[in-house]
T-cell receptor
Framework: QKEVEQDPGPLSVPEGAIVSLNCTYS??????FMWYRQYSRKGPELLMY????GNKEDGRFTAQVDKSSKYISLFIRDSQPSDSATYLC???????????FGPGTSLSVIP | EAGVTQSPTHLIKTRGQQATLRCSPI?????VYWYQQALGLGLQFLLW???????NRGNFPPRFSGRQFPNYSSELNVNALELEDSALYLC???????????????FGEGSRLTVL
C-alpha cells in the first residue's frame, strides 16, 4: 500500500462547478498537510497548508483534514478554466521532516 | 527575484552513462530538495540538503547521489543509468526555518532526463 493515495483522474468539470479533490494516507504520524498545484511543464506551487485536523479557507479554496479517517480534501468553489492543473496532496510527520507527495489528480475546467 | 533554476532543461543519455543535474536555489534559501517525477508515480523524494549536509534520503539506490555547495547550489548525480531513470527531476528550495513551519517548497521547472 502506498503511503499517500489519490485518484489520478482526469477529472473534468464545467466552469463554475464545485470541485472536490481527495487523498487518503496510511501513516497516522502525518501531522502537516499541504496541497500543491502543478501546471503543465511547471514545478508545483503551494496552495494550502494545514496542521492537524480541521478546515482552512483561502478565497475559493478550502482544505479539510480528518486525521481519524486519514483523509484530506481540497474544495474549489466557482471553478475557473485557470484552475485546470494537476493537484498534489502532500504531507509530513514533523515540521523538519521530508515532504511526501501523492501521485496527483488532473483537473480540467471546461469553459 | 529569481526563482529556483535548474539545468539542463533536457538531457538524453544511454544506459550505463552518468547524468549530472544542477540546481540553484532562491537567494537566501539554505535547503535544497530533489524529487523524481516519473509518469504515473507522482513526486518521489530523493534527497534533502541543508547547510551543505545531507538531511534525509529517499528509497533510491546509492547510484543516486548529490551534494550541496557553499553557495547552497546543488548537484544530483545518477550513475549507471537505467531505462527506468527516465523522468522529470525537480529541485525545490526553502528558507530552512520558514519552510519547516509552513511546508512550503519552491520548485524549479525541472530537468527532463531521457535514458535510451
Amino acid at each position: 500500500q502506498k503511503e499517500v493515495e489519490q485518484d489520478p483522474g482526469p477529472l473534468s468539470v464545467p466552469e463554475g462547478a464545485i470541485v472536490s479533490l481527495n487523498c487518503t494516507y496510511s501513516n497516522s504520524a502525518f501531522q502537516y498537510f499541504m496541497w500543491y498545484r502543478q501546471y503543465s511543464r511547471k514545478g508545483p506551487e503551494l496552495l494550502m497548508y494545514t496542521y492537524s485536523s480541521g478546515n482552512k479557507e483561502d478565497g475559493r479554496f478550502t482544505a479539510q483534514v480528518d486525521k481519524s479517517s486519514k483523509y484530506i480534501s481540497l474544495f474549489i468553489r466557482d471553478s475557473q478554466p485557470s484552475d485546470s492543473a494537476t493537484y498534489l496532496c502532500a504531507m509530513k510527520k514533523t515540521s523538519y521532516d521530508k515532504v511526501i507527495f501523492g501521485p496527483g489528480t488532473s483537473l480540467s475546467v471546461i469553459p | 527575484e529569481a526563482g529556483v533554476t535548474q539545468s539542463p532543461t533536457h538531457l538524453i543519455k544511454t544506459r550505463g552513462q552518468q547524468a549530472t543535474l544542477r540546481c540553484s536555489p532562491i537567494s537566501g534559501h539554505t535547503s535544497v530538495y530533489w524529487y523524481q517525477q516519473a509518469l504515473g508515480l507522482g513526486l518521489q523524494f530523493l534527497l534533502w540538503y541543508d547547510e551543505g549536509e545531507e538531511r534525509n534520503r529517499g528509497n533510491f539506490p546509492p547510484r543516486f547521489s548529490g551534494r550541496q555547495f557553499p553557495n547552497y547550489s546543488s548537484e544530483l548525480n545518477v550513475n549507471a543509468l537505467e531505462l527506468e531513470d527516465s523522468a522529470l527531476y525537480l529541485c525545490a528550495s526553502s528558507p530552512e526555518l520558514a519552510g519547516a513551519l509552513t511546508g512550503e517548497l519552491f520548485f524549479g521547472e525541472g530537468s527532463r532526463l531521457t535514458v535510451l
